[in-house]
Every structure is written in C-alpha cells, then in structure tokens.
C-alpha cells in the first residue's frame, strides 16, 4: 500500500452509547465490516451493536482464560500479553485485520472490551504499520450505572468500578496516541455539531447530506436515565475516584488540545497506577470462578440464564448461595475451572419455599471430565476429584417442582497443588494402583453401558475412551516425583523472565526514541503555530485598532451634529403627530414653518461644507449608492446598525458609500415644495442638497458606482426617489437591492398595527391591534379592516407609488419569513424577486453549563429601547411589584439613564463594543430571563439575536411577530405566554423558574450577514 491504513477505534464502557457512535462513524464512510459479520441486534440493543462477531468472541475467550470477565472490576494480571493466551490471540487478530479490514483505507471496529485489552490491540497495529485513531465515547457513570441495574441487576458500586476502570483503562493506554473525546448526551441532542467535531479528527467530507443522514440517527426515546452532569457532583454516593475520571474526560471533550498536555497524561497515569497498586493489595490470593447454568422450557443452556460464584484455590471450605432470577428447567449445569484442580464438593441443595431438596444424593448426576474418587454413594460424606479439560461439568438432571425464587446452595473446596495435596492424600486413603483401577472399571462400565445403548455411537465411545485414557496419563504424570517438576518449572521461569526483561529493555528503548521523536515533532508543530498565531493576532489587532479608530470618528461626529442640530428634525415634527386635533389649516401652517426652517438649516449647514461640497474628491475608486429614510450616523435603530455593518463590510473591499436620505420628515406622496436631502460620503456629511444638485453630481460620478441599496423610504418624496434613480439607471444599469426591514411596503403603518379613525384614549388602547393576518387573507386586495383604519384613508395611492419602485428592483432581500408572506399576499408578481436573509447569522458555538441560581435573586433583564410597542408598560408594572422584589433582580440593557431604584441599568453602545456588545453585558452580568414583550409585530429583531447569542432564555407574546415565531420554532430558546396573566403565574414559581434557568445552555458569535458586493457577485 502507498498509504498507511487508518483505524478507528470506538471505546467506551457498555450501555455508554458505543453502539450508536459505531452507527454515526460508519455513515460517515468508515468501513466497519459485512453486516453478516457483526453481532445481531437484541432486545437490550434493538439498533444493532455493530460489532465484529468473531473480534468479540476472541476478546471473551482471552478474558476467560486470563481468569477476567466483561464485568470485572480489576485490572488484568501483570505481563498478560506474553501469556500462551495472549500471544494466540494476537496471532488471530492479525489474521482478521488482514483478511476483513486491509483492503480498506479507513476501517474501524467496536467493542467496550477493547478497553481492557488495548496494549494487544496496539502490538497489532504496530505490526501491520497501521495508523490508529481513537474515540473514547463518554457517558456520564450515573446513567450508566441505572441502565446495567435495569439490564443485569448489578449494584452501583459494582457499576462504578467497572465504569472506572473502563474510562481510566481507555485514557491511560491512548495517552500518547491520536484521540478525541465524545460526550454522549452531545450526540445524541446535537448529532450534526458532534460529527462535525469526528470527520474534522478523521479528515472525511462531511457535507448537507452527511449532516442530514447523521442527524436522523440518535433515538432519543432509547434513553430512560437523565441523570445531568451535576448530580455527578452533589451524589454522595459517587466514589471520588469516578468524578475524578470524569472530570478528565470532560476536559478532554472541551478543550482537545488538553489531551495531549503532560499534567492531564500524568494525573491519569497517577490514577491508572494507584488502581493497579489497590488491586494487587487487596488481592493476595488469586480466585476462580464455578459457573452455573439452568436450562429453561426448551432444554437449552444459555448465556443470559447463567451466573457465577467466586472461590478461592487453597484447599479451603466455602458456603455459596446462588440466587435464581427465573423459574429452573429440569436440570442445573455447574461449569469447573478450565485448568486441573481437585474439588471437593460437601453441599448441593436446592431451596424452595423454606423446604431443601439435596441434590447430591437423592438426584441423578452425570460428570463430564471429572474423575471422581468418592462418591456420596460409598458412604463418603462428600464427593472429591480432578476435573480436566476446559469443559468439567456436573449435571443434575430431574430436579424438583419449583417457581422462580428458588436457590441453590453450594458449599465446596478446591486445590490446584495436585501433586502436593491431593496424591498425598489418595496415599494415605488407598494406593494410587486401587484408585486407578476404579477409575478404568467405571469407565470401563460406562464405556460397555454405551456400546449396549447405541452401537451407531462407536466413534463417540472411541473419543470417549482416548479422552479418559489420556487423563489417566494425566493423572499418572501429576504422580511423579513433584521435586523434578519443580525444577523444570524453575528453570523454564527463570529463562521466560530472563526473556522478559530482554523484551521490557528494549520495549522501553525503542519507547523513549518513539517519544523524543514525537515531542521533537510536537515541539516543532507547536512552535510554527505559535508563529502563525502571533501574526494573526497582530493582524486582528492593526484591523480592530482601524475599525476603533474609524468608530471613535464617526462618535465624534455624531457629538458635533447632535450639538449643532440639537435633534431639530424630530422635536419639532413629532408634536405635528401627538396634536391630531389641531385644524388642517393650522398644521399646514405649522408644518411650512417647520419646513422653512429646515431649509434654512440645511442651507446654512451647506454654507459650512463649501469647501468639501458635491464637489469633493471621493476616497474609493468604486461606491454603493444607498437610499435610507435617516442618518446612519446618528441613530442606531436596527436598519441603522445594517447599514452601518454593510458600510463597514463594503470598506474592508474597498468600496465606499454614498448615502442620500431625506433633510426632514414629509408625506411619501406630498410633492408641493421643493426637498432638501442629505449626503454623506464615508462618514462625512458633505451638506444638504435638493434634488436637481444631486442628480447632476450623480451622473458626473457614475462610473465610480457599483451597486445600488435602497434601505427604506419613510419620509422621501417618492417622485424625488424615483428621480434619483432613474438618473442613474440612464447613465448605465447597475445591480440594484432593495430592503424591506419591516412592513413599510405595504400600509404607512409599518409596524402593521390597526389604529381606528376615532381614537379616544381607552377605545384606542383596547383596539389597536396587528392587521397582518387580516391584510394576507385579503391576498390583494383591500382588507374590510382598513376601511375603518386611519392609514386607510391613502392605503390605495399608497402601493400604487410603491409598486413601481419594487417592479425596478434587481432582488428583494426581506429579514424573516412573517415579512415574505406578508409582502407576496399584497404583491405576488415579486415572489421570484424576493430572498429572506436576516440581518445577522450565528456562528461559533459554545456549550456552557449554566448552574441553578440558589443563593441569589433571579435576574430579569429588560433588552433595548424604552418604548410602549416594546412592552415598556408591563415592564414598569413588573419591577413595581412587591412580590417579584422578593424574588427577582431587574436589569436594564441598553442606552437608558437610571430610572427607578430597583433597576440596575448598564449602558452600551453599538459602535464602541460592536454586536456582541448586548451579548457579552448580558453574559458578564449573569443574566437569567430576558423580556422582549414588543406588542406589535418585530419583523427581525435584533434584541433578540442578541440574547440567544448569550444563551439567555427569552420571554415574550404572541404579538411580537417574528419574535414569537422563532420561539414557536426552537421552544429551547424560550416561552410564549398569552398573556400578563400567564406571565405572572410562571414568575412567580420561582422553583419552577430556578429549574427552568438551569442546565447547558448554547452560546454563539454574533456575525454580519453580508451580501454579495459588485456588479459581478450580485448578479451571479
């Protein structure tokens, strides 16, 4: 091969979620054998195991002969991997690599037993040149520990050891090797980010259709035990040995780069030494162990009808009692030890509702490669023999009526000192000659029995007899002299260890070269990255110095223009809007004065930039024209913090921006007077301008334009707008985008709230309500609601003005799907136009563990501008209430002065701490519940991106519009309450919040969504 194969190795502790790592591993291409080679599928695993059968029968076999077990809870013996066992077995696992798995470029297998036996595995690959790489599937011990009581009704402490050795078994072996950590809750709530993290670690594809295949495969309703990460902790009843490991783990699976630090490998190294130490003081005497089995109604012996007792080997007397979880068949098999061993069996009795039943003497028994030298039936008071072979059975067949509930009592010895003890003792009871002279007339009376029975049989009784001569030889050489033996058996060890050590010397040579090799690499790696690293941060560093300078002069003007203005334009038009009472004529009067101001304003305001001017040079060799109905520079409501995003985005290309919006605030559709309008060029106002000035500038400057942006239209002249750009599509087409950020399209009432022509105050306040879903159902045409509607009165000449400006539009971006279908139910020629794209994207998220608030207030946060469509009404009510006082601290986030002593307010701006400015004060101040109760329909919120990117949970109406909607649509991210009512009643079970407050929780990078830039990109 011109290539090194690649393996993958899925570790973990049974019932951990192996199997459905093995399940997500093979979708994404790793080639984990032929479905008819793997382990069928049972009741306690209905998906599969997806494990190598014959892999799996070899790692049972070598446990058994190591005397070891899945379940044990010690590690294996000393040198285990030089044993006759373990050196056969690593001759077949090679066989099978070769045969099933090397034909294959990226191939993995799948058993938790892999665990205990992973330096075998490793020799392997070292010697088929194999590079491996691991997967240590991490389950949290609680949960483990319930689904192995539910399935084998083991006890937790006995579950634990097992889970610790397991975990520690796979941390320690793969220290030094190519790892990562899984955690199991990760993939089975967040399959597409988990696997996202595996094909990275295993360098596959891992496009639209791998996400969507992966994402269909966890089975949440598989899992019964929801224990979380903090019960870990606070459970009393977890040795700290277990929350050791598991905090290593844990690291591990948050920070890759801490698996390969020293002070992790050496902890778990202490950790894995200190549980080999405690094994081999505790266990000064080896044990062994007597398997039973019952058959059940269909006469068979099986795995899951079967259990064990432990004994020791020193000759000494012990009392067993087997508890029977099912009702017994009709007979009882007990399985010796697979090596010689002398037995002496005192008791066997079967107990059943108080009554004894002895099965030794009053049941027929049958031996199978057991030579038996006394019996019950010669007056003896026990029976004694060898047992040979790997299958020495007793079989008691006929066994009594019974029902489940039922034991079986054992009480025996054994020795494998045969030469020592047992042929002593044979000595001084009879000759050895008698013994085996009885024993070659039993065999010979059986072996007759047989040939009467059944002479077809002859081949069998053949095996039978060669198998009982050649324990006879056994039992001849156990009868040699035990001095001779003992000296070839000294001889043979010392050479085996002399060979040992050998092969340790130069294990650990060739080790420590590996190592200095693979920390000189490390260490070389690690210093280019440093490099790399250092430059970017250098890089990031010039940029966010550029931008923060940028911004600092873009604050500084917006002091100079609030000084100078002193926010003229809306102070003296907004009580043209409070005073509906005032007579027409009066209003005119007023608003013609207002307007000669304005000018007179903008006129004097030129007179100061005269020396920059429309005549100005422009900074960038190509700009984005963009339409917008307010100075970007000066209020930061959410089309302004688009706008500003989109300016700063188009600068880093070097493109610059022109921006035209209105001087003052008038009628879309009053066309009387002639308009003044404001132009700004890369963040300096260049003056304020009436149309014709504009327009002959622009066709002087057209070939520097490359796009066109119209962002909104409130207050604009449609005639001027339309003026503008038919100008500039004259002097050559350009891609032309238009923004809907909210409903202003379709009703002067943007924001789609029903305000009835009489308005007197309560009426007003009980009436006014969202029109959306009346307007869609209208599909076109007038809805019956706006008949009765003030924004009724010009509904019609209304969208006739602005159907031509959406027809002239290249696209339509819209912020959320509730603005698509409003707009396309009005005007549905546009529905090919239109592409919903929102203001921001999340990226680069985080898990983060959020502890229950028990010693402290719940934090409530009010996000944004003090407004009543915002919910600012409840708001007031909500931090005025005695009883939530008691319970709950209320928090301000945003531009707001201090108003009220029990709200702590914390300021931010937009354009010094950018979008993650709401995010990280919300984070910084450990913020519980945020409310954004907007009762009028929020076509995109930004308060709201903010907030799921801190992780906080949101609260909110079914009025907000596209607020609700997206918490209908990810129920994780918070609550919809119907009403103040039901609002209340969930504050004010403060458990039941506390509760609801608490767990892991997703954080995120807020970040531009930016749109294509330049002729080429936006009509690609």
């Known amino acids: 091969m011109s290539a090194r194969a690649v393996a993958v190795i899925i570790l973990g502790m049974h019932r951990s979620g192996t199997s459905l790592l093995a399940q997500t591993v093979r979708s994404l291409g790793v080639y984990m054998g032929n479905e008819h080679q793997m382990v069928p599928p049972r009741e306690d695993n209905p998906e599969g195991f997806w494990e190598h059968a014959e892999i799996v029968a070899i790692h049972d ?45 990226l191939w993995g297998f799948k058993d938790p037993r892999t665990c205990l036996l992973l330096p075998l595995w490793q020799s392997v690959f070292k010697e088929l040149s194999i590079d491996a790489r691991y997967i240590l599937n991490l389950r949290n011990p609680l949960n483990v520990a319930a689904s192995l009581y539910k399935r084998d009704q083991f006890l937790y402490d006995k579950s634990f050891a097992i889970w610790n050795l397991y975990v520690l078994s796979s941390l320690y072996y793969t220290s030094h090797e190519q790892r990562i950590v899984i955690d199991y809750d990760q993939l089975l709530e967040q399959p597409i980010e988990a696997c996202r993290r595996i094909s990275g670690f295993l360098n596959v594809p891992y496009g639209a259709m791998d996400q969507a295949r992966v994402s269909d495969l966890p089975k949440p309703a598989l899992r019964h035990n929801c224990f979380s990460k903090q019960d870990v902790w606070e459970d009393r009843f977890v040795p700290a040995m277990v929350r050791q490991t598991y905090l290593a783990g844990m690291r591990g699976e948050r920070d890759p780069y801490a698996l390969h630090e020293d002070e992790l490998r050496e902890s778990i190294r202490k950790d894995y030494d200190q549980l080999v130490q405690t094994d081999r003081f505790l266990s000064h005497e080896k044990s062994y162990r007597v398997r039973f089995y019952w058959a ?49 069996l005192f008791r066997l009795c079967l107990i059943h509702e108080g009554e004894e039943a002895d099965l030794l003497r009053d049941h027929a028994k049958e031996y199978v490669n057991f030579l038996a030298f006394t019996r019950i039936d010669d007056g003896e008071d026990y029976v004694s023999g060898i047992v040979t072979g790997s299958t020495s059975q007793l079989l008691i067949r006929d066994l009594p009526p019974h ?93 085996l260890q002399e060979e040992q050590a050998e092969a340790s010397r130069r294990n650990t040579e060739i080790e420590k070269r590996e190592q200095q090799m693979k920390y000189d690499q490390e260490l070389f790696i690690r210093q280019k990255d440093l490099e790399i690293e250092k430059r970017e941060q250098q890089m990031k560093y010039d940029q966010e110095l550029f931008i923060r300078q940028k911004d600092l002069e ?37 608003k013609g004065w207002a307007k000669g101001l304005l000018q007179e304003y903008a006129l004097r305001r030129n007179r100061y930039s005269r020396q920059t001017g429309l005549a100005g040079r422009l900074p960038y060799k190509q700009n984005a024209l963009i339409f917008s109905h307010t100075n970007y520079l000066e209020s930061m409501g959410g089309t302004e913090k688009y706008i500003y995003e989109q300016a700063s985005y188009l600068s880093r290309r070097n493109i610059g921006i022109i921006q035209i ?130 924004h009724g009165m010009v509904l019609a000449d209304w969208r006739n003005a602005i159907r031509p400006v959406l027809l002239q539009a290249d696209r339509i971006v819209v912020p959320s799907e509730i603005v698509k279908e409003t707009v396309i139910a009005i005007y549905p020629d546009l529905a090919d136009k239109m592409l919903v794209r929102g203001h921001l994207i999340f990226n680069k998220q985080t898990i983060v563990y959020k502890p229950r608030p028990e010693h402290r207030k719940i934090r409530l946060a009010f996000l944004g501008y003090k407004m009543d469509n915002k919910g600012w009404s409840l708001w007031e009510r909500l931090y005025k209430d005695e009883a939530l006082g008691l319970l709950y601290e209320f928090h301000h ?128």
């Open 61 to 105: 076999e070598l446990l058994n002969r190591l005397s070891s077990s899945w379940d044990t809870t010690k590690p294996l013996p000393e040198n285990w991997l030089l044993t006759e066992a373990g050196m056969a077995s690593r001759e077949r696992l090679v066989q099978i690599v070769t045969r099933d798995f090397l034909n294959s470029p």
């Open 296 to 344: 059940g109604a269909d006469g068979q012996f099986k795995e899951e009808k079967s259990t064990y007792v432990t004994v020791n080997a020193k000759g000494q007397k012990s009392c067993h009692t087997v508890e029977i979880r099912e009702s017994l068949g009709s007979v009882l098999r007990i399985d010796f030890f697979a090596k010689p061993a002398y037995v002496k």
């Open 403 to 495: 029902n489940e509930g039922a034991s079986v009592l054992l009480e025996l010895s054994c020795s494998f000192g045969i030469e020592a003890e047992v042929v002593q003792g044979f000595q001084l009871q009879r000759p050895v000659e008698v013994e085996l002279t009885t024993a070659l007339r039993n065999a010979s009376l059986r072996i007759e029995r047989l040939l009467i029975a059944n002479s077809e049989k002859e081949k069998a009784l053949e095996l039978a007899a060669a198998q009982i001569k050649q324990q006879i030889d056994t039992l001849e050489l156990l009868c040699e002299d035990s001095r001779s033996r003992e000296a070839k058996l000294s001889a043979l060890s010392r050479e």
């Open 554 to 590: 873009i604050e500084k003007y917006r002091r100079e223009v609030a000084l100078y203005s002193k926010s003229l334009s809306w102070k003296i038009t907004l009580p043209l809007r409070i005073a509906r009472e005032i007579e027409r004529r009066a209003k005119r009067r007023l």
């Open 661 to 790: 919006y209105p001087g003052q605030s008038y009628s879309l559709l009053n066309t009387k007077e002639d308009t003044y309008y404001g132009v700004i060029v890369n963040d300096q106002l260049r003056g304020f301008y009436p149309v014709k000035e504009i327009t002959e500038w622009l066709s002087r400057i057209h070939e520097q334009l490359s796009d066109i942006y119209t962002h909104h239209l409130l207050n604009w002249e449609i005639n001027d707008y339309r003026t503008l750009l038919r100008n500039v599509e004259e002097a050559g087409a350009l891609p032309h985008t238009l923004f809907m950020h909210d409903f202003f399209t379709v009703c002067s009432s943007y924001h789609m709230v029903y305000q009835p022509k009489m308005t007197p105050s309560i009426k007003e306040a009980k009436e006014r309500h969202s029109c959306i879903a009346d307007v869609v159902a209208a599909s076109g045409a007038n809805a019956d609601i706006c008949l009765s509607c003030t």
């Open 893 to 1020: 986030i945003g531009s707001q002065k201090k108003y009220a002593d029990q709200v702590a307010v914390h300021h931010y701006s937009f354009l010094r701490e950018g979008r993650m400015g709401a995010s990280n004060l919300l984070i910084a101040q450990d913020i519980d519940l945020v409310l954004l109760w907007s009762i009028v329909p929020e076509s995109y919120s930004y308060t709201l991106q903010e907030a799921i990117a801190a992780g906080v949970l949101v609260l909110t109406s079914p009025l907000s519009g596209n607020i609700a909607a997206t918490i209908d649509e990810h129920p994780e991210l918070g609550k919809v309450w119907s009403g103040e009512d039901q609002l209340r009643a969930f504050l004010l079970d403060s458990e039941q919040v506390r509760a609801y407050v608490s767990g892991n929780r997703a954080r995120y990078t807020l970040e531009y969504n930016h749109l294509p830039s330049g002729e080429r990109e936006a009509r690609s």
